[in-house]
């Protein structure tokens, strides 16, 4: 909620609906406006690095309209000539992050040099997310923020978790091994990063997203030159609208383009967003108009006479500095959960920002809005490597404990034609091949961490619970998908309440909700909300580099695929041993999966086919399981519920000898499926892969211990 209420320049009744009905074309404009803004929210525009949402702006203005780019990158459309001059202003950039330093390791280290931060929580919501580097050369390169492993929390020491993650915690992971692999890759100092999830639509108007009141100014101001007339409409003179660059490090762009073009006043659509002290982190009541300065008389009379309600802000509430001696009017759009990943805007309240400028600078009646040509939907990565495609199906398969079927369809879809799959009452896949010999099990699990709905509330958010361990920060304020009956639902995870004063590193889980911009609970219904839906932020795979990928869910996808690759290298009848292959459920939740198979069957020896949580990371404790990527498959010799007998490491080694199979040994934190079974006499062992920021959206693999896992499996089902 707002600290103050919209204030209406018309009579009520007649204002929400003088708004809501503006034009001939109102709801065009709100739907063209909306779409817009969605567009130019998934480019990104560090300050100092605004080349590429520049280019998109141009895209989308008129074809014979003339612009021009001056020295700073400000991007400036003139029309008419002469006195007065009258200046329209949006920010073209967002604020952000520049790399400061590179490490002999290979990670990156950030600064933030513009301006803006107003709550303690706005580095923390970057730790833990997959990020975009755009290099100096204009390529995009995938990396991921370090975060702590949830499995290793024990070995933080005390208070480690307790204040908020600040900038001194934050490393990007490219998949490098040393400084020259960062210089290979095309990044170098000051080049600029953002997270990769940059944009969600809510419901029919509202966008969600990074910097989204920045874009909504330059998306107001690209509505404006699209539906102008060609001539301003009252009077000569001349009209700039100028998308300022670096408006994010000190007002550059308008106080050179004020400097230059001396203009007689100025309009400026601030990017500022400064969370409220409110449960929402608001600024203003997003769809209730724009918001202006309260002693702005011009503004004021132009929503009266439009009938567009507006919002009145004290002069430090619209700050706007740097401007001296100029008619000044500023103007910004209502957000909610402001400076975060998922500030929301509406673009009903872009649409009351075009058309109360119009008014208020003489531009004339506007057009109607040109048709936006469609924009194809993003294909997903394609990968050239057999392995990295098999791998990228698996993460695409969403799949929360206790909702694993997708995963389950695609397991069942990959099986060798020689396969018979069972499908047991908890839902495990089976598949048994040979005879006589040890009657052996490799198993590896379908489900994943993830969130699951248990209310709604009558405002339209959900209540949910966490399904699985992790540190609830790295999820909240991020963009979610609600998978619902008939389909994923985009959504987003709203930050806690109160996160703007917020003095803690993990929210209550109470206080988590999802926001799908459904307003009531039938509105929310009718989405396909309800209780007992699984909730997951957004997935894919990305490469880092040659050798390494990330995605969430790796764990345990990765461990999915080696076994799938392993029963595509058996030949069944050459099988000496008794040997059953499992895809199991609801690890995550208590190894319920593997528990049922235990109930029922037993075997010589149980081999769970996970993570091994490596704390080769730059922000976990090197003191247990340190064992590095790239460095072959592990033997998960000791974890949380499982420890191998001397005599079964030193016959795994000396197989993966005889092999020539890469194979490290280590002790790290948590369990696995082959703990159920050691209560019936089995011998319970991991076999792993090293694997990078556990239970997080960016956990990372690399390619070569996946082909050495799929090997020792492959060698002990026909060896051991």
């Given at each position: 909620m707002s600290r103050r209420r919209p204030l209406f320049t018309t009579p009520l009744w007649c204002a929400l609906g003088c708004f809501a009905a503006a034009g001939a074309s109102g709801q065009s404009s709100v739907n063209e406006a909306t779409e817009r803004l969605l567009r130019l929210t998934r480019v990104p525009a560090v300050s100092g690095h605004e080349q590429d949402v520049r280019k998109a702006v141009v895209a989308m203005l008129p074809g014979a309209m003339k612009t021009t780019v001056d020295h700073l990158g400000n991007l400036i459309v003139r029309v008419g000539s002469g006195s007065p001059v009258t200046l329209?202003?949006?920010?073209?950039?967002?604020?952000?992050?520049v790399i400061s330093a590179i490490t002999d390791e290979?990670?990156?280290?950030?600064?933030?040099?513009?301006?803006?931060?107003?709550?303690?929580?706005?580095?923390?919501?970057?730790?833990?997310?997959?990020?975009?580097?755009?290099?100096?050369?204009?390529?995009?390169?995938?990396?991921?923020?370090?975060?702590?492993?949830?499995?290793?929390?024990?070995?933080?020491?005390?208070?480690?978790?307790?204040?908020?993650?600040?900038?001194d915690d934050v490393f990007v992971d490219v998949g490098a091994e040393?400084?020259?692999?960062?210089?290979?890759?095309?990044?170098?100092?000051?080049?600029?990063?953002t997270l990769r999830e940059r944009a969600t639509k809510l419901g029919e108007a509202e966008v969600s997203g990074v910097a989204v009141v920045a874009r909504?100014?330059?998306?107001?101001?690209?509505?404006?030159?699209?539906?102008?007339?060609d001539a301003p409409g009252q009077g000569p003179g001349t009209i700039i609208l100028a998308w300022t660059a670096q408006s994010f490090f000190g007002q550059r762009g308008l106080t050179r383009l004020i400097e230059a073009e001396k203009p007689s006043r100025v309009f400026v659509l601030t990017g500022s967003s400064v969370p409220a002290k409110d449960a929402s982190g608001s600024n203003g009541v997003v769809g209730g108009g724009p918001m202006v300065r309260d002693e702005d008389a011009l503004l004021a009379a132009a929503a009266s006479k439009l009938g567009i309600p507006v919002q009145k802000r004290s002069i430090s509430e619209l700050p706007l500095t740097g401007i001296r001696g100029i008619e000044t009017h500023v103007l910004a759009v209502p957000s909610r959960y402001a400076q975060t990943p998922v500030e929301t805007v509406d673009g009903r309240d872009i649409e009351g920002v075009v058309r109360l400028l119009a008014e208020a600078a003489g531009l004339g009646a506007l057009r109607p809005p040109p048709a936006l040509p469609a924009a194809p939907e993003p294909s997903p990565a394609t990968f050239a490597e057999p392995d990295l495609r098999l791998l990228a199906g698996f993460v695409r398969a969403y799949g929360v404990s206790g909702h694993e079927g997708p995963v389950r369809a695609e397991v069942l879809r990959r099986l060798p034609p020689w396969a018979k799959p069972e499908v047991d009452g908890k839902g495990n896949v089976v598949v048994r091949a040979g005879a006589g010999g040890k009657s052996l099990m490799f198993v590896a699990h379908n489900d994943e961490v993830g969130f699951e709905i248990t209310a709604i509330r009558d405002d339209g958010t959900a209540l949910v619970r966490s399904i699985g361990g992790m540190y609830l920060s790295i999820y909240e304020a991020h963009p979610v998908l609600i998978h619902g009956p008939r389909g994923a639902i985009p959504g987003l995870l709203a930050p806690r309440k109160n996160y703007a004063t917020s003095s803690t590193l993990e929210p209550e889980a109470s206080s988590l909700v999802v926001d799908t911009g459904a307003k009531t609970k039938a509105e929310a219904e009718a989405l396909g909300l309800a209780v007992g839906v699984s909730v997951t932020p957004r997935k894919d795979l990305a490469k880092l580099g040659v050798h390494r990928a990330t995605a969430r869910g790796m764990d345990d996808r990765n461990g999915v695929t080696a076994l799938l690759q392993a029963i595509a290298l058996i030949d069944p009848a050459t099988l000496k041993n008794r040997v059953t292959f499992v895809w199991s459920v609801e690890e995550e939740t208590g190894l319920e999966g593997a528990a049922s198979i235990a109930q029922n069957e037993t075997f010589h020896t149980v081999f769970a086919v996970d993570t091994f949580v490596s704390s080769d990371t730059p922000v976990d404790s090197h003191r247990i399981a340190h064992l590095p990527l790239g460095k072959g498959a592990v033997l998960r010799a000791l974890d949380g519920r499982t420890t191998v007998p001397a005599e079964v490491i030193d016959r795994i080694m000396a197989l993966a000898g005889q092999a020539a199979i890469p194979l490290q040994m280590g002790v790290t934190g948590g369990g696995t499926d082959a703990s159920p079974f050691s209560a019936k006499g089995a011998v319970d062992v991991g076999l792993s892969w090293p694997g990078r920021y556990s239970h997080s959206p960016v956990e990372v693999m690399d390619r070569r211990d996946l082909a050495a896992l799929t090997r020792l499996i492959a060698t002990l089902a026909q060896r051991y």
């Open positions: 329209i202003a949006a920010p073209l950039d967002e604020p952000g992050y290979g990670y990156l280290r950030l600064h933030r040099h513009t301006s803006g931060l107003a709550h303690p929580l706005a580095h923390q919501f970057h730790v833990g997310q997959p990020v975009l580097i755009r290099s100096h050369r204009g390529a995009y390169v995938a990396g991921v923020i370090a975060t702590p492993s949830t499995h290793l929390r024990s070995t933080r020491g005390p208070g480690g978790d307790a204040g908020p993650r600040t900038l040393s400084k020259a692999d960062v210089a290979a890759r095309g990044i170098r100092l000051l080049d600029s990063i909504a100014g330059a998306s107001a101001l690209v509505e404006i030159a699209t539906r102008m007339s």
